[in-house]
């Protein structure tokens, strides 16, 4: 992997983990990251009460190449739901689910979250 692709991806991760800690201070607990299925990544998973909700992670570092909630397309909606009934088959779990999407624009210290619950549904 290219330097540029590990600097990427390294950004990537500090984003889903600050996105994880300003979403635990409005109440949800992180369950697991990062994981990783046949047809897509999820960033992070997390509780909300009895809801285990799913959750994509976008940043921009300004607007100036389109909001981070533009790049959630159709077919990485496809890809999150594919990997999202994975993890759900793989823990043996059945329960309430949703999608949601954290978008992060800014750059560390200065750093502004937007949060769409339920962005999108599965069915």
Sequence with gaps: MSNSNNDS?????????????????????LVDANQHARRGEID???RDGDTLVFIEVRHRRDARHGH??????AAKQR???GAARFY??????SCACRFDVVGV?????????????SAFDAF
């Design 105 to 117: 624009t800014g750059t560390p210290p200065h750093l502004s979250f937007e949060w769409i619950r």
């Design 9 to 29: 991806r390294r950004r990537g991760l500090e984003m889903e983990r600050r996105a994880a800690d300003w979403l635990a201070s409005h109440g949800l607990r």
């Design 79 to 81: 890809r999150l739901i």
């Design 88 to 93: 759900l088959h793989r823990n043996g779990l």
């Design 68 to 73: 981070p909630f533009e790049t959630v397309t």
């Design 44 to 46: 992070l998973i997390m």
